[in-house]
């Protein structure tokens, strides 16, 4: 195999809490993650001239060891000792710094490329494991569909499929440092009735109540990002007043999402969100759960 093309998918967080900061700096976390049918685009080719190239349509993301497909080819060309060259065309559609894990999911994507171009042999959790190397996100980018990410978020369970539904993705025209939101939120400090309730969202998921779902849909992020960025809040606005079920901010944002029963709603709200000119990127979407890519799991190596 001489080239491999690969879709890296984003994600947004249906819930995310965070429950403590520990001695180390590291937060603990408790989030629902779920994957969208919203994707960048990898070409993966063997090439004479060595070393590791990156080629990307967005001029300001870095194409060295600074972009997170540079680090997992190298991660996997060191450890298995890659003899060939490795080119990496990377297409962006997934905002940047937007909270969706685009950067993740491309590390992910390229683990996971590599591991079939060369038969590596590395099973889902070899590549998972690896994968918390480059970043807490990648483990879950590495699995994707819905689940529950604990620890700092490598510690990954598999929970029941979110229900039908459609995605309203806008992110507002600006940027958001995640190391940021992290440090202003003094996590040790919240009080309970801040914390969003995960456990009820796990039980909508279990009942394949969506109305339930959205009902507790929580980011105590929130809690930093919104205050700095109002934005977001008018974002929500919009999007509950144009019908969502629920809207929320996803991950540390500024990206909003709304959950939408179906298409005839979440159009009129898509149109909505556009002539507000809130956002400058918007997507119309649907939550993906189908992931055919891992099953034929090889296990050589735990
Ligand atoms: P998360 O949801 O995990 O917080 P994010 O979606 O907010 O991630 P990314 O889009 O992954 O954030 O990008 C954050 C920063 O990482 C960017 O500013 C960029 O410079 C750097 N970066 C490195 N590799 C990539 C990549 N492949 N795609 C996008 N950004 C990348």
Redesign the pocket.
Known sequence: MDKIQLKAL??VNLGLDVLRRREDGYHEVKMIMQTINLY?ELEIRKVKQPGIQVK?N?Y???TNE??????AAKLLADEFQIPDGICIH?Q?K??????????????AAVLWGLNQMYGLGLSRRGLMERGVRL???VPYCVLRGTALAEGIGEKLRTLPSMPKCYLLIAKPGI??S?RAVYENLHANDLKPEQHPDVDAMIDALEKKDLGLLSAHMGNVLEEVTIPAHPVIREIKKCMMEAGALGALM???GPTVFGVFENQTKARKAFRAVKVSRLAKQVYLTVPYNVIPLWDQDTDREG
């Open positions: 984003a994600k960048d990307t967005l300001y993301l870095p600074n972009n997170l497909v540079y680090k990377l962006k997934i905002p940047v710094a937007a909270g969706m894990a685009g950067g993740s999911s491309d590390g970043g807490a996100d940027s958001v995640t996803s991950g540390s």
